[in-house]
């Protein structure tokens, strides 16, 4: 076939966390809603995103780092309670909203 092929190619993101490339699907979409970080892992919800490993470490790097704000090109700290839940549960749950 003239040197086409038949793998389809996977969007790439990169953690805000670690820094480190990973194809989307394997990544958490974060978004800002009202001064909080709030996961979304249907990757629905409107507005900026940004994209985190379902890990802790990334997230405590993130934090520290102060990524999220700078990555939804906001000011100031945001809260990572519900977000930090998310992570903390696992990539198997999901939020009941």
């Known amino acids: 076939m003239s040197g086409r092929t038949h793998v389809r190619a996977c969007p ?15 990544l958490l979409r974060v978004i800002a809603v009202a001064g909080a ?19 802790p470490g990334c997230l405590d790097l993130a934090v ?3 990524a999220f704000p700078r990555a939804f090109r906001l000011t100031g700290p945001l809260d990572t309670g519900a977000l930090r839940e998310q992570v903390v549960a696992g ?6 909203s």
């Open 37 to 55: 970080c709030v996961p979304d892992p249907r990757s629905s919800l409107p507005g900026r995103g940004a994209y985190l490993h379902p890990d």
């Open 91 to 96: 990539p198997d749950s999901t939020s009941a």
């Open 12 to 26: 790439e993101r990169t953690c805000v966390g670690c820094r480190k490339r990973a194809a989307k699907h394997e």
């Open 64 to 66: 520290r780092r102060r």
